[in-house]
């Protein structure tokens, strides 16, 4: 499986940017796969932002909720990342993260150990 992430840029405070990440190789159905945001500031650790489910539940850190959204096009095997309202604290390398999962298996995936596959990162850069 790989992933290819875009859309970052640089935006000014308030603004918004949509983030997809591209799947191909894979596997199994692009429906059947967790995805997940993760983002890594300069000198700081690397955070979970959002996640989408097999079950198509939607999972986000507080920081980021009612800001961000996240979606699924299976029939173009990619997830978006909307970001409105960014603010610097936003600004980051954001990487995309996959995960085969069974249909049972509706747990929250928000480590970076949950994750089978990464794509590289895209910088979103946010002026204040």
């Known amino acids: 499986v790989q992933l290819q992430a875009s859309g970052g840029g640089l935006v000014q405070a308030g603004g918004s940017l949509r983030l997809s990440c591209t799947a191909s190789?894979?596997?199994?159905?692009?429906?059947?796969?967790?995805v997940g945001w993760f983002r890594q500031a300069p000198g700081k650790q690397q955070e979970f932002v959002a996640a989408?489910?097999?079950?198509?539940?939607?999972d986000y850190t507080d920081s980021v909720k009612g800001r961000f959204t996240i979606s699924r096009d299976s029939a173009k095997k990619t997830v978006y990342l909307e970001m409105n309202k960014l603010e610097p604290a936003d600004a980051a390398v954001y990487y995309c993260?996959?995960?085969?999962?069974?249909?049972?298996?509706?747990?929250?995936?928000?480590?970076?150990?949950?994750?089978?596959?990464w794509g590289q990162g895209t910088q979103v850069t946010v002026s204040s």
């Open positions: 989408i489910l097999r079950s198509r539940r939607e």
């Open positions: 190789r894979l596997t199994q159905p692009f429906s059947s796969y967790a």
């Open positions: 993260a996959a995960k085969y999962t069974i249909a049972s298996d509706g747990r929250s995936r928000r480590a970076p150990e949950d994750y089978d596959f």
